[in-house]
């Protein structure tokens, strides 16, 4: 049995090198005699896999000097209460509605302040990116807050909204590392790592140091989530998730051998175009968002007919492709493109929806 074609939505792909060479190390990491899921996190090799981890990733997306770095456990589900706790100081935040990630995260922070929806696109069913470049954010408002990538409903951000001086605060977990960004143009970008990162069980959280100089919004905040604490103690306050950051250092290494972030948008780019020019000369399949926001990472589709989105999903499944089931918000199809999916896995796609198409014409 060889290895399926994996469209899922998250925990998603990974690259097949990087999960060969964690086999390699399972038994004996490095001449440890032992695995790294069984290493303290105080130890010597483990420091240097965490340490070279953030050394990586701040290569990798450039990270300025003034931002921390903190990896997590919880999900990004977690930052819909931490982005609040620690930064809602005027108890006031401006939240932009792109999706169900977006809609959760501000029904969280309305716990613990005041939430100002500043723009939705709740009325046409989450398929388009809304204006964002004249938003009546209020002046006290604490940060705007998006989802960049809407994993659900397959949009993404291309260009940011204009926050008017406010800080910008964005859940990246579905297109981390696909493209490169500019990380001083947000106050903190999260992102839950089980998309396009790594492993479940962690999260990155990277935030610009003044924020969080004085700790946390809310007095009774966590320990746990006071990413002060978080940061000042290098991820390592307590027993940090130690396996899956390790597979995530693997991954900037394997993103780093791929060009990096420009190497990593090109191949997006590539396997993304394969999809949409199909879909827009497909007489069977239709894409569901708007050419101009559609998301390089997450492709939904439908035919129009459920019956018939139901068999694709079955006959593709039989042929070696897997979890094309659309979410079970909004059915039809859905098609996960990550970083580790091979442009060769979206040919076989297309192919093998030209053939459905011409056989359930
Ligand atoms: C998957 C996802 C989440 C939730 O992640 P968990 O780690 O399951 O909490 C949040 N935001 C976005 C954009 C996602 O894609």
């Given at each position: 049995m060889g290895r399926v074609y994996n469209f899922s939505a998250g925990p998603a792909v990974l690259p097949e090198e990087v999960l060969k060479e964690a086999a390699e190390e399972m038994l004996d990491y490095k001449g440890t005699g032992m695995s790294v899921m069984e290493m303290s996190h105080r130890s010597k090799a483990y420091d240097e896999i965490i340490k070279e981890a953030e050394k990586d990733l701040r290569d990798l997306m450039g990270i300025p000097d003034n931002y921390k770095v903190i990896f997590r456990q919880g999900g990004a589900s977690l930052q819909f209460a931490e982005v609040p706790m620690n930064l809602m100081k005027n108890g006031k935040a401006a939240y932009i509605i792109t999706g169900q990630w977006a809609k959760k995260a501000a029904a969280e922070a309305e716990k613990y302040g005041e939430v100002v929806?500043?723009?939705?696109?709740?009325?046409?069913?989450?398929?388009y990116i809304p204006d964002c470049s004249d938003l009546d954010i209020?002046?006290?408002?604490d940060y705007v807050y998006i989802?960049?990538?809407?994993?659900?409903?397959g949009t993404k951000y291309k260009t940011l909204p204009n926050t008017k001086g406010h800080i910008l605060v964005a859940d990246v977990s579905s297109c981390f590392l696909s493209e490169p960004i500019d990380?001083?143009?947000?106050?903190v970008v999260y992102g839950g790592v089980q998309k396009n990162v790594g492993p479940a069980g962690v999260q990155i959280v990277i935030v610009r140091e003044d924020l969080i100089a004085d700790g946390p919004a809310f007095k009774q905040c966590p320990t746990m989530m006071d990413w002060k604490i978080q940061a000042d103690n290098d991820s390592l306050y307590n027993t940090p998730p130690c396996y899956g950051i390790y597979i995530c250092g693997k991954v900037f290494k394997w993103i780093k051998k791929m060009g990096g972030l420009e190497g990593m948008k090109a191949h997006n780019e590539k396997k993304a175009k394969i999809l949409y020019d199909f879909l827009d000369s497909s007489k069977l399949f239709k894409g569901t968002v708007v050419p101009e926001d559609r998301s390089l990472m997450n492709v939904p589709f439908v035919t129009g007919n459920e019956e018939l989105d139901k068999k694709f999903v079955a006959e593709a499944k039989a042929a070696g492709f897997e979890n094309l089931k659309g979410h079970r918000t909004v059915g039809g199809m859905r098609a996960s493109i990550y970083n580790a999916m091979p442009i060769e896995g979206v040919e076989k796609l297309v192919a093998f929806m030209k053939k459905f198409e011409e056989e359930n014409a």
């Open positions: 929806r500043v723009a939705s696109s709740a009325d046409k069913t989450f398929s209020p002046e006290d408002a989802c960049e990538n809407n994993t659900i409903y990380v001083s143009k947000y106050g």
